[in-house]
């Protein structure tokens, strides 16, 4: 059996990356640490470890590294788009920590990663927010994240 695009464990391999990269921002901002040391410890020593809830299999190392590194290096593009998404009197900033890393990582793909599919992205990160949170998180997370990807989208949301 071949690890083909698409293929349950190259799905599984995703999966545990946007996991991983939910977790790693979340680190940073809350031990101000380096990307490059959160890096080296995610890609090394956390790869295929449990993530809270149980084994979710071995991350792709290279989409996790990606992901991260394009939060940081996208996030004054990425950070205003999300403002704009969320409920009113809602912004980024007095969101929990777990929920911007979660926004900002599904951001970065909605707004960067053309390759991998909108309705796709959406889906595992409300999945991952409920692995957080109860369905009122989720049910957020899915407008924002579905307001982002009619306007970053449109050609694929029919907006």
């Known amino acids: 059996m ?28 809350l031990a101000e640490t380096d990307v490059s040391v959160i890096m080296a410890e995610y ?17 792709d190392a290279t989409f996790l590294k990606d992901i991260v590194q394009g939060v940081v290096d996208h996030q ?27 926004l900002r990582s599904a951001g970065y793909e909605l707004q960067f990663r053309s390759d991998i599919p909108g309705k796709v992205i959406i889906t595992e990160y ?7 949170f109860d369905d009122n998180e989720s049910g957020f997370v899915n407008g924002a994240l579905d307001k982002l990807a009619h306007i970053k989208r449109p050609e694929e949301f029919g907006s």
């Open 2 to 29: 071949t690890d083909k695009p698409g293929s349950g464990r190259r799905a599984v391999a995703r999966s545990a990356a946007r996991l991983g990269a939910v977790q790693a921002l979340y680190q940073m901002e």
């Open 43 to 59: 890609t090394s020593s956390r790869q295929g470890n449990a993530f809270n809830d149980g084994e979710h299999g071995k991350a």
């Open 76 to 102: 004054r593009a990425i950070d205003p788009a999300i403002n704009e998404c969320l409920s009113s009197g809602w912004s980024l900033p007095r969101l929990d920590a777990t929920l911007r890393a979660i």
């Open 126 to 132: 409300v999945e991952i927010t409920r692995a957080f």
